[in-house]
């Protein structure tokens, strides 16, 4: 899922919930950068509700992208990733620690979530070390964002959850994959292509598949992953136009278009020949 970068700031409320007139009627403090919360729903792999005083919110994970798991949608793993959520949740006391980007386009809180006041056991890592999610970061929240990284990257190489449950072994190639979206949507896939085109839009660099990109399959790469780990890859994303690349990763449908979005370089191979 394609998430827009923006900051919604809901200025009332965060007064109300950092006020010390509040606190003093029983909200909780964070105290040493994590606030200690009531977790009184399990949504579903990424999201919670919780409470904290007489305040309810909603609470997404940063860093981590689960599968679909509602009533609209349904994806490969993602009851699984709800499952697992709330079996770590089951003491239904967690602690938080807010992101620099306080709440996301929906409203919801942003934040690392802990088991322990102490913050050595955090959910977002495990959901990512154990293959129940794949990486999503977003600017400015990018605290963990290296570890993160290097847990997705061993869950990859040692084909945990998602990564072994939800991945078609087969090659694709982009018109395989236009013909079948519905069968291959939300699966972990592996699609090789000549670049015919690198496309630069707003933050983003597409590695499109078609010199006449629109409606075609691309790969998606945002220029601040770009910039901060391809350098050491040996990866030029730069001297990719006509060259062979195997990308692999959750196909998603932007815009009627599928895509792969790259949040690192282990998930682009360049093909000799």
């Not at 827009?4 to 509040?22: C, D, E, K, M, Y």
């Not at 322990?116 to 990486?135: H, T």
Request: charged share 30%; aromatic share 10%; net charge negative.
């Amino acid at each position: 899922m394609r998430v827009a970068r923006s900051l919604l700031v809901g200025v009332l409320l965060l007064v109300i919930l950092f006020s010390p007139t509040i606190a003093g009627l029983g909200a909780y403090r964070p105290t040493a950068e994590l606030m200690g919360v009531t977790v009184i729903e399990v949504i579903d792999g990424d999201s919670i509700r919780v409470k904290f005083g007489w305040i309810e919110e909603e609470v997404r994970y940063i860093g981590v992208d689960t599968p679909e798991d509602s009533k609209e949608l349904i994806e490969c793993y993602g009851p699984a990733a709800t499952e697992h959520n709330q079996e770590l949740l089951d003491q239904g006391r967690v602690w938080l620690e807010r992101g620099v980007e306080k709440r996301d386009s929906y409203g919801r809180l942003l934040g690392y979530v802990y088991l322990d006041p102490e913050g050595s056991s955090m959910v977002n890592k495990e959901l990512l070390s154990q293959g129940y999610a794949i990486l999503m970061t977003i600017p400015p929240n990018y605290k963990y964002r290296q570890e993160f990284k290097e847990l997705a990257r061993e869950a990859w190489q040692q084909e945990r959850g998602l990564w072994s449950a939800c991945r078609v072994e087969q090659v694709l190639n982009p018109d395989e994959v236009e013909s079948n979206v519905e069968q291959y949507l939300g699966k972990i896939v592996q699609v090789q292509y000549e670049v015919a085109r690198i496309g630069t839009y707003k933050g983003m660099v597409f590695l499109d598949s078609r010199e006449d990109y629109k409606g075609h399959f691309k790969a998606l790469i945002y220029t601040d992953d770009l910039a901060a780990d391809f350098p050491q890859s040996g990866l030029d994303i730069s001297s990719l136009k006509g060259e062979t690349i195997r990308v692999e990763g959750k196909l998603e449908l932007y815009d009627e278009r599928p895509e792969i979005v790259v949040e690192a370089p282990w998930q682009i191979e360049l093909v000799d020949g």
